[in-house]
Structures are given as structure tokens and as C-alpha cells.
């Protein structure tokens, strides 16, 4: 027996969804995956080509996913199409603090995080679609309002879409490390990416990172060092230990068990400089 479900979409719609079935349904040339859901490639061709960080991967939504994407993107899900400049306060509904999170891999630790802290807004970022739908569905399920899922690029988010001191966090969690060396340049933490960030970051605001793979650690702290935007709030120095508000992932814990060294950097955005 098939574990998906061949389908349309208004059967889907209509349909109880069954926890871990995936869905896939034929669909008509240029119809979207979701109608109601995330888009394809929000940003579509309006900006330059650019190498990127990430790397789109296609996998099978469950039927779970799919019902969190249709009936809850339209009130918590943000296309980035870099087409107009978002209100954070609008966006939450509040003017509580925001956190902007790249890379959630399928939101655990993300709902876990806004879990315990409730007074702060945590802005999303993926372009896995399966993570969204799960990430959304999470958040139903607990009932978490100060979580948004964010579809596309961060560049463009942060560039376009977002005003100067709009963010009181940068969270970068086990972003693909690109180990081979002519994939270096691809890797996100790079001093052009954190000139960037620290243009959207309030003064104080704390860029957190985390890597299970060394070389990259070590590249982290090189460029986060030597940027002038940012201190590390180690005294001393180097790494910091893992913080208790990040919890311990699936991912992470099975990096562990392999012997994997998890690093985490925690540098703060430094007052602005006069001119």
C-alpha cells in the first residue's frame, strides 16, 4: 500500500488528514502546489542572480503539513518577495521585541523557543516547504501567536523588506556548512551578510550562531571577530557555551552521539557610530 495520497485539491482540502501520510496530488500545468499557501519562488525573477546559501530541497509534504499550509498561511505565513517594506508591529499584531531566525530545518526548536518566551516575536525563515507546514502546524497545536514563517530569501527580506533597527535578534542555527572548499562562498556568515544584518539590527541586539561543523565554527568567529558592527559577549573570548533558552535538537543530539563538536557564538550589535 502507498504511503501517499493521490489527490485533488479540493479533496485534500476537504479530507481528515492522517498524521505521517504524505500527500501528493496530480496537478495541472502552472497550477500552484498550494493555492492558499506558500509560493513557489516568491521573489521570482525581480532581482539579481546571486550565488546562495541555500539550496531548495523537494520532499513529500504529509497531509498534516499540507492542512497547516493551506489554512494557515494566510495569517501567519510571509511570502518574500521583496516587493514592499513590512511592519513588524503589523505583521505580530504587537510591538514586542523580534527575532528573525534563518533556517529552521522542520521548527522544533523554533516552537520550543517561542514556547518560553511569549513576549518575543519570532520571524521564521525557510524555503523547505514540509518545515513550514510542520512549523505551522506546531505553533496551531500549542497555540503559539508570536511565530510567522517566512518563504524565500533572508537576503532579500533583510535588503527589501525590513526597516533600519526592525530586529532585536539574528538566529542562525546548523546552516549548511558547504565543506567543500570551492563551496566556501556560499556559506551565509560572511562579513558582506553581517554588514547587512547589522543594518537591521537595533544596538544590542544578539546574533546567535550554532554549527556542529567545526571548520565553519572557527570561520564564524574569524568574520564575526573582525566585523566592527559586532563584540563577542564571551569575556574572554572564543565560543560560548550552548545558552539554555536553545534547546537540544533531534539533529544536534544525533551529531553528539557521532562525536560532532557543537559550537555556539553569541556577538552583540554595538552601538551605532557617530558621524
Not at 50 to 58: D, G, L, M, N, T
Request: proline letters at 9%.
Amino acid at each position: 500500500m502507498s504511503d501517499s495520497l493521490n489527490t485533488t485539491p479540493e479533496a485534500l482540502a476537504s479530507a481528515p488528514h492522517v498524521p505521517g501520510v504524505s500527500v501528493r496530488h496530480t496537478r495541472a500545468k502552472g497550477e500552484p502546489r498550494f493555492p492558499d499557501g506558500p509560493k513557489a519562488d516568491p521573489a521570482g525573477s525581480h532581482f539579481e542572480r546571486r550565488i546562495r546559501s541555500f539550496q531548495p530541497r523537494r520532499s513529500r509534504v504529509t497531509a498534516g503539513q499540507a492542512d497547516a499550509l493551506q489554512r494557515l498561511w494566510p495569517q501567519w505565513g510571509l511570502d518574500i518577495d521583496g516587493q514592499r517594506v513590512i511592519d513588524p508591529a503589523e505583521l505580530f499584531g504587537n510591538a514586542n521585541p523580534v527575532v528573525l531566525e534563518i533556517g529552521f530545518g522542520m521548527g522544533e526548536a523554533t516552537a520550543r523557543m517561542a514556547a518560553a518566551d511569549p513576549d518575543t516575536n519570532i520571524l521564521a525563515v525557510d524555503v523547505h516547504t514540509p518545515g513550514q507546514g510542520n512549523l505551522l502546524n506546531l505553533a496551531d497545536r500549542d497555540g503559539l501567536t508570536n511565530v510567522r514563517v517566512g518563504n524565500g530569501d533572508a537576503i532579500i527580506l533583510l535588503r527589501e523588506m525590513l526597516r533600519p533597527d526592525a530586529l532585536d535578534g539574528l538566529r542562525v542555527y546548523f546552516p549548511d556548512p558547504w565543506p567543500k572548499k570551492r563551496h566556501h562562498k556560499r556559506r551565509l556568515i560572511q562579513p558582506e551578510f553581517l554588514t547587512l544584518a547589522a543594518t537591521r539590527l537595533r544596538p544590542g541586539a544578539i546574533v546567535h550562531c550554532a554549527t556542529d561543523w567545526e571548520p565553519y565554527a572557527e570561520q564564524m568567529l574569524e568574520v564575526l571577530d573582525a566585523h566592527p558592527d559586532f563584540e563577542n559577549t564571551q569575556a574572554g573570548g572564543g565560543f560560548a557555551p550552548r545558552p539554555q533558552f536553545r534547546p537540544l535538537t533531534r539533529f544536534e543530539g544525533q551529531g553528539l552521539d557521532k562525536g560532532h563538536l557543537v559550537n555556539d557564538l553569541l556577538f552583540r550589535r554595538v552601538p551605532h557610530q557617530s558621524r
